[in-house]
């Protein structure tokens, strides 16, 4: 069992930065004109709402999705984000890139990635040698 699960007791910090961060296969991505990375996801809803939606009538067949546009930095990161790079390898390259300070940067991308994960577009893998390899 992973310790990202519920249920668990919280990692720690240096426990966290060794996860792996893994893009949702369902999530779509596509470069904008300036560069930047936008995101399309499916969107999810809560079974209380779609069954809602459903009995009024208000929801179709069709495949519901959000968009999420990165600015600069949140672009870089999803790009690092091959399922072998920890999030401390990350951490590394953006600070060696935004040459800004390192606790900040930590800061900002953890929340970013914290962000990610709630919303489904990311999982988080434990390092290799933990006791089960295979989860997200």
């Known amino acids: ?5 519920l249920g668990a ?10 996860y792996c961060p893994v893009k949702n296969r369902e999530v779509r991505e596509q470069q904008t004109p300036n560069g930047d990375v936008l995101l399309t996801y499916p969107l ?17 067949n069709e ?7 990165l600015d600069e930095m949140g672009s870089l990161v999803w790009t690092l984000m091959d399922g072998k790079r ?4 990350m951490l590394n390259v953006v600070s060696q890139r935004y040459k800004l300070n390192r606790r900040e940067i930590e800061v900002a991308l953890t929340s970013f990635l914290r962000e990610l994960g709630r919303r489904g577009l990311v999982g988080f ?10 989860s997200t």
């Open 63 to 69: 495949f519901l999705s959000r968009k999420l546009q």
């Open 86 to 89: 920890t999030v401390q390898d």
């Open 125 to 134: 893998r434990p390092p290799y040698g933990d006791e089960d390899e295979n």
């Open 9 to 18: 007791s919280p990692a720690t910090r240096s426990e966290a930065l060794a």
């Open 1 to 5: 069992m992973s310790e990202v699960e």
């Open 44 to 60: 999810i809803l809560r079974p209380w709402l779609a069954n809602l939606a459903r009995v009024l009538g208000l929801r179709s």
